[in-house]
Nanobody, 125 residues
């Protein structure tokens, strides 16, 4: 069993920054990809960014490129999402997710087996 726990959400003004963290525990050896997803009210959960534990390869949703940075700390089993230049369109519940090795890079919710409980991010205009 893998447990994922997010932290770092909150309320921020348009143009502000937040840093989210996800701590992985349990049987983490099988994890290969760690992703961040978000879900706005009334909308489907969507992919934001993904990183590989071993090589730190990253991939981002087009609308967050240049503003968000995903990173990982293997020793601490933590994945972070630094979010800059936030806009109200970035508002939602942000979820950390884990997947084993697969190809191509997983970007769908059904491709991740493990999920955190989510953390709320609210960006005011």
């Amino acid at each position: 069993q893998v447990l994922l726990r997010e932290s770092g959400g909150g309320l921020v003004q348009h143009g502000g920054s937040l840093r989210l963290s996800c701590l992985a525990s349990g049987r983490t050896l099988g994890l290969y990809y760690m992703g961040w997803f978000r879900q706005a009210p009334g909308r489907e959960r969507e992919f934001v960014a993904v990183i590989t534990w071993t090589t730190a390869n990253t991939y981002y949703k087009d609308s967050v490129k240049g503003r968000f940075t995903i990173s990982r700390d293997n020793a601490k089993k933590t994945v972070s999402l630094q979010m800059n230049s936030l806009t109200p369109e970035d508002t939602g519940v942000y979820y950390c997710a884990g997947s084993g090795p697969r190809a191509p890079i997983p970007r769908g919710t059904d491709e991740y087996a493990y999920w955190g409980q989510g953390t709320q991010v609210t960006v005011t205009s």
